[in-house]
């Protein structure tokens, strides 16, 4: 079974940062994509960022390129998110999610993951 756990998230001014991180159990990160998305309330859950099996490729949704950066850590099992110039509509419940298939690029479609984390929240507000 595997599972993916979420941490990291909180309360921030705007123009603060956070890095959010995601652990796994039950199966390496290794090999397998990984990617990040949120969803805001009355929002659908859409993609943040995401890269491939080895680090070697990334994705960035429009609303977060030259701020966020995602990373991994292989040797780790971990994934994390950095976030920087963060804003109010950044406000949403962070999600990370893997795939059940080994390699690939990154994915940005939700339905081509298999495995999703419970959430962490981040809220930016003054």
């Known amino acids: 079974q595997v599972q993916l756990v979420e941490s990291g998230g909180g309360l921030v001014q705007p123009g603060g940062s956070l890095r959010l991180s995601c652990a796994a159990s039950?199966?390496?990160?290794?090999?397998?994509?990984m990617g990040w998305f949120r969803q805001a309330p009355g929002k659908e859950r859409e993609i943040v960022a995401a890269?491939?099996?080895?680090?070697?490729?990334?994705y960035y949704g429009d609303s977060v390129k030259g701020r966020f950066t995602i990373s991994r850590d292989n040797a780790k099992d971990a994934v994390y998110l950095q976030m920087s110039s963060l804003q109010p509509e950044d406000t949403a419940v962070y999600y990370c999610?893997?795939?059940?298939?080994?390699?690939?690029?990154?994915?940005?479609?939700?339905?081509?993951?298999?495995?999703w984390g419970q959430g962490t929240q981040v809220t930016v507000s003054s």
């Open positions: 039950g199966r390496t990160f290794s090999g397998y994509a």
């Open positions: 999610a893997t795939r059940r298939r080994l390699g690939g690029s990154y994915f940005v479609d939700r339905h081509e993951y298999d495995y």
């Open positions: 890269i491939n099996w080895n680090g070697g490729s990334t």
